[in-house]
């Protein structure tokens, strides 16, 4: 019964991780994706990121604002890219901890079946000596006990 409680907290705290990890992966995601809208709207906008490159720094000609503008592009998707690795092996951890769920669960239902038997088999046996006789009978020349069994059905 112990042992039971134990695996039912540790299945638990199991399911509390699991979601745990969906939450802070939804709000990640949800991060990410308006960094990216903001990041599109950015570059759909015709002249913008010109436009503010050119009056944050105006002794910079056309070629090199473009260069920064390509070169904060290439930072947005190195931070993505790390993200994205970040959130596949948080994936990973989510698969593996659903693979020991379903083992324990597995194994519940197992230990579920195992019980089961032994109580037909315990039963079956209660049924088979109510049924029965048992004589005990000495052996004159060798003095043991030998027991026989009178099945009365």
């Known amino acids: 019964m112990i042992k039971e409680e134990s695996a039912y ?76 690795n970040n959130r596949h092996s948080s994936i990973k951890q989510l698969v593996s901890g659903a693979q020991t769920f379903n083992l324990v669960a597995e194994i519940l239902k197992s230990i579920d079946r195992i019980s089961e038997i032994k109580e037909d088999g315990r039963r079956s046996l209660e049924k088979l000596l109510a049924r029965s006789s048992v004589y005990i009978l000495q052996s004159p020349l060798t003095g043991f006990e030998n027991a026989f069994v009178s099945v009365n059905m």
């Not at 540790?10 to 979601?19: H, K």
């Not at 990410?32 to 906008?45: F, I, P, Y």
């Open 9 to 84: 907290h540790n299945l638990e705290s199991v399911v509390q991780q699991v979601e745990q990890n969906l939450e802070l992966i939804t709000k990640c995601a949800v991060k990410v994706e308006s960094h990216v809208m903001k990041q599109t709207k950015h570059k759909l906008a015709p002249g913008t990121g010109l436009k503010l490159q050119a009056q944050e720094q105006p002794c910079l000609g056309q070629g090199t604002s473009m260069m920064v503008v390509k070169q904060n592009r290439d930072l947005a998707l190195q931070n993505l890219s790390m993200f994205m």
